[in-house]
């Protein structure tokens, strides 16, 4: 997300990133990464409940998909970081428009399933086309 931040801010999107992990581990996180938007700590996961986002079992988890998602990570110079809570916890994505509508919710199957972010733009922008409260606008 983070080569896409001007991409996020011409759209006038605010991110809001979401973690079960305790605030202690929460605040390394954001050390380390330099995050560049707001992280709020649910340990209850009561949002990840809201939205559907369950617990995977092993083969999600686990599956050959996932190890090929690490692998590419560590063939692209990237740090692959040890699980430090609960891996099982799947996670997603949640877009809301400015009426406080659920405008889209995505659930991962498994770690290895994330959609690009600029598919997730592309559907930001067809609903700021499409629907006008997306825009800020009220409706009639």
């Known amino acids: 997300m983070?080569?896409?931040?001007?991409?996020?801010?011409?759209?006038?999107?605010?991110?809001?990133?979401?973690?079960?992990?305790?605030?202690?581990?929460?605040?390394?996180?954001?050390r380390e990464t330099d995050l560049p938007w707001p992280l709020l700590v649910d340990t209850s996961r009561d949002a990840y409940r809201a939205y559907g986002m369950r617990r995977g079992g092993?083969?999600?988890?686990w599956s050959p998909a996932s190890w090929g998602a690490y692998l590419d990570l560590l063939r692209k110079g990237r740090r692959v970081?040890?699980?430090?809570?609960?891996?099982?916890?799947?996670?997603?994505?949640?877009?809301?428009?400015?009426?406080?509508?659920?405008?889209?919710?995505r659930v991962e199957k498994g770690p290895a399933d994330r959609p690009?972010?600029?598919?997730?733009?592309?559907?930001?922008?067809?609903a700021v086309t499409e629907e006008p409260s997306l825009k800020g606008e009220e409706q009639s």
């Open 116 to 126: 690009p972010v600029p598919d997730l733009l592309a559907v930001v922008r067809r």
């Open 2 to 30: 983070r080569a896409h931040a001007k991409e996020i801010e011409e759209l006038d999107l605010s991110v809001l990133v979401i973690t079960f992990e305790t605030r202690r581990q929460a605040e390394v996180y954001v």
């Open 58 to 61: 092993l083969w999600e988890i």
């Open 81 to 105: 970081r040890p699980p430090t809570g609960d891996v099982y916890q799947l996670g997603g994505d949640v877009l809301i428009d400015p009426a406080g509508r659920l405008a889209l919710r």
